[in-house]
Structures are given as structure tokens and as C-alpha cells.
């Protein structure tokens, strides 16, 4: 067993029991000790001073893509794992668009037993919602649960058929699990691959329209309105969804939402130049668009941040727009950006972001962690809210370099990270300190 | 650096000057074309692949006859049967090019952006021949020039682009070309095949042909390609024609005498009247010889050729470019 840990002097942040103040944190024995000021020094206790760092509960990422398997050689588990843990994140939901999907018990054990193995991050499995995310039958949630898995979700590909996201809804109520979808109505978006706009018009490329996903949102809210179910909005993007979501919330629809750090800070201005790194789906919107999505995020309309975490291999972006895949790395960026551009740029507290990327997702998706209270499992993570460091791709802990933010100067990152008490990053002190 | 930069890949990033250099310096090219021997040395030497990863006639033997009558050494590759067909990338492409020292490189490919991500991998010269739905600027050059030639000017002409908007690069090209050069430009067509945001581009919109023919002076009618039905833009090709059709009945009623261009193919009885296409208001077999002197003019002056000198290049001991 790991020794006793008191991070001594810090600014503890734990929104679950809306704590601000500086003071000590206890752990022992893998949880969550005690937190208060003057704390005791237990026998065999190692003594941290994070005096001007911030500790907070681990964040909480239920949106990513781990590669695992089918193609480890743009992730792994493993490798997904340690680019969390750097990125300040104790728990990350892999999401079932790995070769062969992940459908059935044995599919989710496996990612559970290689999270085990690999010992960093948690990675909990979100089993498919279709089998073979073909969109026709239902997986076996109950059994999927059973093994580990944590939500359902055909993300990757939207869930077409209005039956099958209707039956989901239901059928996932007796184990309590979120049905999380990719709102795209897939006749509208056919071939799309940017917002469609000005940009889009000048480029000669095919946009997807906002209504494409905002038609799904509308339905799928509707469906959770129908059935009692619970649904989890992937990536919102417009700020139509942004209005139906808000509309469904005072309703009492069971519906919560997660917005990306890279739908809060680009538009679709990023592709032009045919950025392949800009390229994502749903695609970067406009500004307005932008604008919605950071006060939705302030007044809670959207719960959480996720990084849609989408490794590709270093030369699959090497191409021309239409060709190159959707997605981008984000978990060793998530905070950075987050930080640099929504708590700098006045648009939320420091609190308020520790909430939307820790103890909101981990309420949403019913998760340990997300909270600092004694007895609670030891997943925290100390920050360096004043760290400025430039963005370096070939530094990434990830097996992937696809990102728009190569480059960019951010300020803050996590300092250290610990799961169930275990250090599973600690960030060395790099030049540009 | 040349006049124009390294590559042509749009009319979106050319000054109005650039342009207009362009256009001067094919007007000592199209004499060469009308020689018993339509040939001078400009670019002899020079090593010139024609990369096309789309069937195109028209366009490639154009480029094709500017190079050969500018004594380049050219190698034709079409997609089918190369080694794109098994799946080579883009980048192994360039870079298989740039391994053969190649001097210029003449591009089409389906993809929108694909002529700059080429142009900016290897160190060759690179015309964009049309790239995806993006620009086919030597089309629009060569439209540019026809204009010129039939009105003198192009500065305060009133151009409509007339059709397919929406998956036309010629309309982009033309667009950017005349916006710079000074002209009105308008678009005509089904809201189905208008691109977003089109109006931002500072063009007029037209819904109604006939609003279209009475504004302008110049249609240019853009080819409907057939897959448009299949893809549901539009309800039928008849029904095209009977609404957006430049018929010779509609074309009576202009206020003024207007000229009608065409890209090519052209698909007669559906965008465009057989006795329009064939009659006095149409300048589509000039646009056709102009590309094969603009496109003359764009390789000499990406070879490094002075403009000044385009004059003396033509002539048989005249020199090649620098």
C-alpha cells in the first residue's frame, strides 16, 4: 500500500461541496483522508508543499476515442491512459468505435482488464448501442453493464433510426446508464465535411448544415421527453442545439450535454488553408455559434467539457481536406486550452471549469470521482494554474500528434496526477516555466 | 520568384495587375497559334506532367497543345491505370514527382484544395486545372479574355453566371476574376445549387433567368452535370430547361445585345439552347481558343518568362524565359 499523502497548503477546489480555500489534503489508503486546515502528519506520511498550486478532484473525460482494439497503432489503452493522466484526468470513457465494436461483455472485460493493466488513468468502456453499431439491434446493455460498461453509444455514427434511439432510451433505464448520441441527421450531412457557411462556400468544400444536428438534438429530446430515459448529448456544436437543450432542461428532460475545448475556441475560419487539422465532426462552427456555447457552459445548460479525443496516424491528415479523417487528439490539451481561453478569457471561474471537467461529467455519467469528500477515492489533481507552455506535439504522451493547437502558448496544465491515491503523472519542470 | 508566384492555384489570390499580366501576355501568344508552324522555343527543356485525376477532353488537350506549342517536353498521367488507382496517397505522389525533377506539374483532381496542399509539397511549378468544387482558374482567365476581346473591357460589364453554383469551380474562378477586374457579377439558378453565403461574395442573385437576361450583358451558362438529378438538386432535366434554360425565345426579350459563353461540355437542350449555342450571341468556340493562348501565357510566366519578353519569345530566336 502506497504510504499516506498530505498535500500541504494548497488551493482546494472540490465544487461537489462548493470548497474554495486553501488547506491540506489527506490521503490514505487509496481514498480521500480528510481536508481542512493544520492537518495532522500520520506515521510514514510523505509531505507535498503545493502552496500556490490548485488541488482539485481528478477530471473526468466521457468522451474518447482509445483505438484499442483494432488500431493500436495510432492508440492504445495504455498510451490513451497516460495521455489522460498527463492531461490532469483520473477517469476517461472509451467510446465503442474500436475494430471489432465494442458490443458485448467480452469486448467491454477487455478494455476493462487493459485499463487495469496499464494502471494509469481509469478507462471505462461505453458499450455499443446497435450491434455492430450498424444501428438495427440492440446490444446486450445489461450484460455490457455487467462487465463494466458505464454508457451506451453508437458515436462515430449517429443513431438514425428514430425506433432504435426510442427503445435504447427505455431499454437503458433499468441499469441506469446515459444513452450518449452523435446528433447528425446523416441524409444532411451526407459527404459534408465542414460547416457549411461562407468558408465552406469560398473553399468549394460540402458543409454539413447546423439544422443536421439540431434536427437529431430536437428528436432526441423529444425521445428522452417520450420515454423517461436519459440522454447525453456528444460534442453540441450550434447554437440551435444550445436553445433545445436549454428548452428540454426546464422541461425536466433527462438530458445533459458536453461541449469539446475546440468547439469553445475555433470556427470554422480554422479550415481555411484546407487545415486537415481543423477538420472535425460535427465540424467547427461560427462565431455566434462559439459565443452560445461558452454561456451555455456558464449557466450549466451544457454540462461538461470532453475532448473527443480522436487519434489518427501521423500521415492520415497528409492529405486533401476530403480526404483526410475527422478528429483530433485533446486530452493533453483539454485543460490548457480550457483554462487559457474560458477562465483567462472571463467566461467562467476556475471553480466553475473544475465543474464542468470533473464533477459534472463524472454526475452525468454516475462515476466515482468528480469530488474530494472524505471516504471518496483519491483521484485528484494538482494544477499549475500559471504554468505557460507552448503546445509541442512530439511531447504528446498520446501516440498521436493530430491537433489545431500545435504550437499555441496555453497557461496551465496539470502539475500532478493521482488515481486512488497512485501518482500516475507528475509534469517535470520544463523549460518555459 | 515569378510575376505570379510559384504556382496557379486560384483567381482568389491574384492581385487585379496579375491578372491583367496574364491576360496581356496571352495576347502575343494566340498569333503563334495561327502560324503554319505553331511552335517556339519559350519553355524548350522544360519538363511538364499532366496529373489528371479526372477525365477531362477539353482542358487537357488545351494545356496539352500551350505546352507542346511552347516546345515543353510533357507526359500525360490519367488516375485510370496509374498508381493512384492502387491507392497511392497524394503525398507519395508528390513526392514520386518531385523525385523525377520535373519542372511543372498541370493538375485536376476531385478534391477541393488538393492543387495547393500539391504546390506546397514539391518545389515544382503547379497549375491548378480545377480542384474539386475550389477554382479552375485558367478557365476563368481564359473567360476573362474572351470578354475582353468581345467588349473591350471588362470593368463595368454586367457577367451572370448562370446554373450550377453550388459544385461549379468555374463559377468560383469567375467570381474572384471579374470582382477583381471590376465587373457586376450575378448567379442564376435554383436555390437547390447556390452555396451558402454566395451574396457575401458581393454578387447579385437572380432566381428568375429572364430577371438574369434583362440585367445582363454577358451570360456565362454553366454546364449541369446529370449526376445533379440523381443527387436530387433538381426534379428533372426537362423541367430544368423549361425554367432555367437559355433559350433563344428568352434571350429576344434582353434590352441589349448580349454574349453567351459556355465552358464546356456543353449539354444542348438543357442549360443551354441548341440555336443559342450556334448562333450570334455566342463566343463558346473563342473561349475554346483563347484557353490554349492563356494557358500559354500562365506556363511561360511560371517558367520565370518576363513578360516584356513574351512578344520576342514567340519569335523563333526569341528567348525563352530566364
Not at chain 1, 447554437?239 to 469553445?264: F, M, N, W
Not at chain 1, 486537415?276 to 461538461?304: F, Q, S, W, Y
Not at chain 1, 486533401?320 to 480550457?338: K, R, S, W, Y
Not at chain 2, 437576361?213 to 430544368?240: H, K, T
Amino acid at each position: 500500500m502506497t504510504p499516506p499523502l498530505l498535500l500541504r497548503g494548497g488551493r482546494v477546489i472540490d465544487p461537489s461541496r462548493g470548497l474554495d480555500q486553501t488547506a491540506d489534503v489527506l490521503i490514505q489508503d487509496g481514498k480521500i483522508a480528510g481536508v481542512g486546515t493544520g492537518l495532522g502528519e500520520p506515521d510514514g506520511v510523505e509531505v507535498r508543499d503545493v502552496r500556490g498550486r490548485v488541488v482539485a478532484p481528478g477530471l473526468v473525460d466521457v468522451h474518447v476515442h482509445l483505438r484499442e482494439p483494432g488500431n493500436e497503432d495510432v492508440e492504445t489503452i495504455a498510451s490513451g491512459a497516460r495521455a489522460a493522466a498527463a492531461g490532469g484526468f483520473t477517469a476517461v470513457c472509451a467510446m465503442p468505435n474500436t475494430d471489432p465494436v465494442t458490443d458485448n461483455q467480452a469486448a467491454v472485460g477487455f478494455i476493462v482488464r487493459q485499463s487495469v493493466r496499464a494502471g494509469l488513468t481509469r478507462v471505462y468502456p461505453i458499450g455499443a448501442i446497435s450491434v455492430g453499431q450498424k444501428g438495427e439491434q440492440l446490444s446486450e446493455f445489461g450484460e455490457m453493464v455487467g462487465a463494466g460498461a458505464v454508457a451506451v453509444s453508437d458515436d462515430g455514427r449517429p443513431v438514425a433510426s428514430g425506433h432504435l434511439m426510442r427503445t435504447a432510451l427505455e431499454y437503458a433505464r433499468t441499469f441506469e446508464i446515459p444513452v450518449a448520441d452523435h446528433c447528425e441527421e446523416p441524409t444532411l450531412a451526407a459527404g459534408g465535411v465542414m460547416h457549411e457557411g461562407l468558408v465552406a462556400t469560398r473553399l468549394g468544400l460540402k458543409g454539413i448544415p447546423a439544422a443536421a444536428e439540431e434536427i437529431m438534438v430536437g428528436r432526441d429530446i423529444l425521445l428522452a421527453q417520450l420515454t423517461g430515459g436519459h440522454v447525453h448529448l456528444c460534442h453540441v456544436s450550434t447554437r440551435g442545439s444550445v436553445d433545445l437543450i436549454r428548452r428540454g432542461k426546464a422541461q425536466g428532460v433527462r438530458v445533459t450535454a458536453e461541449v469539446t475545448p475546440h468547439h469553445l475556441t475555433l470556427t470554422d475560419r480554422a479550415c481555411e488553408g484546407y487545415d486537415t487539422h481543423a477538420k472535425m465532426n460535427p465540424p467547427l462552427r461560427e462565431a455566434a455559434d462559439v459565443a452560445a456555447l461558452r454561456a451555455a457552459l456558464a449557466e450549466g445548460v451544457i454540462d461538461c467539457i470532453a475532448s473527443d479525443h480522436a487519434p489518427h496516424a501521423y500521415d492520415a491528415k497528409e492529405a486533401a481536406f476530403d480526404d483526410a479523417p475527422f478528429g483530433i487528439v485533446g486530452l493533453e490539451t483539454a485543460f490548457g486550452v480550457a483554462h487559457s481561453e474560458l477562465v483567462l478569457g472571463g467566461v467562467l471561474s476556475l471553480p466553475d471549469l473544475v465543474r464542468r471537467m470533473s464533477t459534472a461529467p463524472a454526475a452525468a455519467f454516475r462515476l466515482a470521482g468528480g469530488t474530494l469528500k472524505p471516504g471518496a477515492p483519491a483521484d485528484v489533481v494538482i494544477l499549475d494554474v500559471t504554468a505557460q507552455w507552448t503546445v509541442d506535439p512530439t511531447a504528446f504522451c498520446s501516440k498521436s500528434r493530430n491537433t489545431p493547437f500545435a504550437g499555441r502558448m496555453l497557461t496551465g496544465r496539470a502539475a500532478l496526477t493521482l488515481v486512488g491515491g497512485r501518482m500516475v503523472h507528475e509534469a517535470e519542470a520544463r523549460a518555459g516555466r | 520568384m515569378t510575376a505570379l508566384g510559384k504556382d496557379l492555384i486560384g483567381l482568389e489570390h491574384l492581385s487585379a495587375d496579375q491578372i491583367r499580366l496574364i491576360l496581356d501576355t496571352a495576347e502575343p501568344f494566340k498569333e503563334v497559334s495561327e502560324r503554319p508552324i505553331k511552335k517556339v522555343p519559350a519553355l524548350r527543356g522544360k519538363t511538364i506532367v499532366n496529373l489528371f485525376f479526372e477525365s477531362s477532353t477539353r482542358t487537357r488537350i488545351s494545356f496539352e497543345f500551350a505546352e507542346k506549342r511552347l516546345s515543353a517536353d510533357t507526359v500525360n498521367v490519367a488516375a485510370s491505370g496509374s498508381s493512384v488507382q492502387k491507392g497511392e496517397t497524394l503525398v507519395d505522389t508528390a513526392r514520386n514527382l518531385e523525385a523525377m525533377r520535373i519542372d511543372m506539374v498541370v493538375m485536376r483532381h476531385p478534391s477541393s484544395g488538393a492543387a495547393g496542399f500539391l504546390g506546397d509539397r514539391i518545389r515544382s511549378n503547379v497549375i491548378n486545372a480545377g480542384d474539386g468544387k475550389h477554382e479552375h482558374p485558367t478557365q476563368g482567365l481564359l473567360d476573362l479574355l474572351t470578354i475582353r476581346d468581345k467588349h473591350g473591357k471588362i470593368e463595368g460589364l454586367k457577367v451572370c453566371l448562370v446554373g450550377d453554383i453550388l459544385h461549379s469551380r468555374v463559377a468560383r474562378s469567375n467570381i474572384w476574376g471579374l470582382s477583381k477586374l471590376g465587373a457586376e457579377v450575378g448567379v442564376c439558378g435554383p436555390d437547390t445549387l447556390m452555396p451558402r453565403g454566395i451574396e457575401e461574395l458581393g454578387v447579385c442573385r437572380f432566381r428568375r433567368i429572364e430577371e438574369a437576361i434583362e440585367w445582363a450583358d454577358v451570360l456565362n451558362v454553366l454546364r449541369l452535370q446529370l449526376e445533379r438529378m440523381e443527387g436530387g438538386f433538381i426534379p428533372s432535366l426537362r423541367e430544368y430547361y423549361r425554367v432555367f434554360g437559355v433559350t433563344a425565345e428568352r434571350l429576344a426579350q434582353a434590352p441589349r445585345e448580349l454574349t453567351v459563353m459556355h465552358p464546356g461540355p456543353m449539354n444542348r437542350g438543357v442549360e443551354i439552347d441548341s440555336r443559342v449555342a450556334d448562333g450570334k450571341h455566342s463566343v463558346i468556340l473563342d473561349q475554346v481558343t483563347n484557353g490554349v493562348a492563356v494557358r500559354m501565357a500562365v506556363l511561360y510566366l511560371l517558367a520565370g518568362g518576363r513578360p516584356e519578353l513574351a512578344e520576342a519569345a514567340k519569335g523563333p530566336a526569341g528567348g525563352g524565359p530566364e
